[in-house]
Structures are given as C-alpha cells and as structure tokens.
C-alpha cells in the first residue's frame, strides 16, 4: 500500500529579501540537513529521504518585491558547511565594541520607543520594517499571515505532526498566525513543535504588539502549541531578551502548553560571507548542532505515526 508521510516541517523565514522561493528552500533544507547529521547522524539519512516534507513560507517577495542573486549565497553556504565549528576569531566577534553598541541601542530602542528615531540608521531601518507589519500597512500582514495559514489548515486537518520553525521576525508572524487560527477561526490541531530562531518575542516592544496582546487569560495566548524550544545564539542583538519560559511563562500556568524550553548558552552562529560575521542568518542557525539535534529529536518522536494510508 502506498503511503504518505504525515511529518511537516514549515519555516517561516525572517525580514530582508530573499533568493527566489524554490532556491532559498533549497539551501535552507541542504543546511537544515547538515544540523541533522552534525548532532543525529543515525537520523539523516531517513529525513533526507523526504524532501517534500519541508515547506517554505516565502513571504518575503508579498513585503519587498524583489528577490536576492542565490549565487551571492552559495559559496558562503559552502564555507559555512565544511566548518565545524566557531574559530576564535568567530567567537571574539560576538564581543566587539559595535556589537556591545548596538545592543545598548536595541535595549533603549525597545524600553524608550520614542528615542528611536535618534537611534543609527541601521536600527531605524529595523524598526521602520516591523512597524509596517504591526500596523498591517495596506494589509500586508494579513496576507502574510494568509500564506501560513494556507499551510496549517490543511496540516491540522490531516492530524500531520507539524514542526513550525520561525526565524527572527518569521517568529512573529508565526505566533500571531498561531492565534488567529485559535481565537479567530477555532481551528482544531496543534503544532507538534514551535522551533523560534534568533527571535524578537522577548522584546518589549514586539510584546506589546502581538495579536492577543490587548486580552487577558487564555485569550492572551495561542492554544495550539503542544511544546515550544526558543533558541538565540551569542552575540545576536535580534533575540534580545532569550528567555521565553519567563515572558511566556503564563502559558504553562494555563496549561496551554506542555513545556517551553530556552536553550542559549554557548551556541554560536559561525556564518560568515563577505560582510564579515553574521551570528543571526537562518543557515548558520540550521547548521548549529544544538539546532539540528532539536529537529532530529523531534523527526524521530514524530515517527512513532508517521505514515498514513494515501
């Protein structure tokens, strides 16, 4: 009998514009692929038997307009996967003096919104692109939003086990869609794993704008998330506050979540192309073994059911 894998693996990228959508997915999965194998190499093989498990959520194109050259990428996806590891001069980097500005300017950015506008062009730029999708400026939030829910829907009516992986502002709107699909349309299933990257959820200033934000109680917050892993490298200034268990700590109070797990410590972002060090790029993300052993992890949990008669 033929069968079909119930496992879906969907990455929502974060800001800037991307290579064309069938381009950046691939090279998401070949460096999703090599976190697998650097942490679970008795799990690879089988995950890379099932590319089409992996969808990619390229709304990037909606918000900009414009795609990115993939061969500006490509060489430096290579260096970045015959590197095992972070060298001194990756980890001295996350230290430099610019970082250590750059941070102060994010935290007065996110305590004191006003000061923004006084802030390095480089900040303004940020702050000015996550503006537009709070304010769902000609409604592009919501057609953002539309494209994972186009995910989800069918997902959650299958009973497919779903990995959601969001990456710094992908993280965003991959909660907001979360509890819009709850509170919104009542959708019945739930995320297997919500796997955010380099996220700003901890921010005082995103908080402040979530869907949800102006309810109390369960309304506050998605219910459908069984279990959430938030990962933040050293060094990235977007993942501002990296503990979720205490912001979102409330979700477990309400027993709408079973666990939510902040792993931070020591893990590196090694990417590097020729703008230098770039410790908040998804592939260096995917390629990090703490990454790939989550996604491994949960690969093989997911596969107690993993196929189902087509």
């Known amino acids: 009998m033929q069968t079909m894998d119930s496992r879906r ?10 290579p064309p959508p069938e381009d950046h997915r691939r090279l998401l999965w070949r460096t999703l692929l090599e976190g697998v194998r ?25 918000y900009y307009r414009r795609s990115t050259d993939i061969s500006r990428d490509l060489p430096w996806i290579d260096a970045l996967i015959n590197k095992h ?19 102060a300017c994010f935290v007065a950015g ?5 000061v923004i506008p006084l802030l390095p062009k480089t900040i303004r730029m940020i702050a000015r692109e996550t503006r537009r999708y709070f304010r769902n ?3 592009i939030a919501l057609q953002i939003r539309e494209l994972l829910k186009k995910e989800l829907r069918p997902a959650f009516a299958a009973g497919d086990k779903v990995l959601l992986i969001g990456h710094s502002l992908g993280s965003v709107i991959a909660y907001d869609t979360l509890w819009e699909l709850d509170h919104e349309e ?6 297997d794993l919500f796997l955010t990257l380099g996220s700003p959820l901890g921010m005082h ?6 869907r949800g934000s102006d309810r109390s109680g369960r309304e506050r917050y998605p219910g459908n998330i069984r279990r959430w ?21 409330t979700m477990l109070e309400l027993g709408l979540i079973e666990d939510i797990e902040d792993h931070s410590e020591a893990i590196y972002n090694f990417f590097r192309s020729d703008e230098g060090l770039n410790v908040h790029r998804s592939y260096g993300y995917l390629v990090n073994p703490a990454v790939g052993n989550v996604i491994g992890d949960w690969w093989q949990l997911a596969g107690g059911k993993a196929t189902r008669p087509l």
């Not at 996110?110 to 006003?114: E, T």
């Not at 009542?186 to 995320?191: D, E, I, M, Q, S």
Request: charged content about 30%; aromatic content about 12%.
């Open 229 to 249: 892993v938030n990962i933040s490298s050293v060094g990235d200034i977007t993942a501002l506050d990296r503990k979720f268990r205490d912001d979102f700590g």
């Open 85 to 103: 590891g972070p060298t001194a001069e990756d980890i001295e980097g996350t230290r430099t003096w610019q970082r250590r500005f750059a941070h």
């Open 137 to 139: 400026e000609g409604g």
């Open 38 to 62: 650097r942490s679970r190499p008795d799990l690879v093989d089988d995950l890379a038997r099932h590319p089409d498990c992996f969808r990619l959520v390229a709304w990037t194109w909606l």
């Open 9 to 18: 693996i969907i990455f929502v990228p974060g800001k800037n514009p991307k």
């Open 186 to 191: 009542r959708l019945a299933g739930k995320v």
């Open 110 to 114: 996110d305590m004191f919104p006003f």
């Open 205 to 210: 200033y995103v908080q402040r704008r979530l």
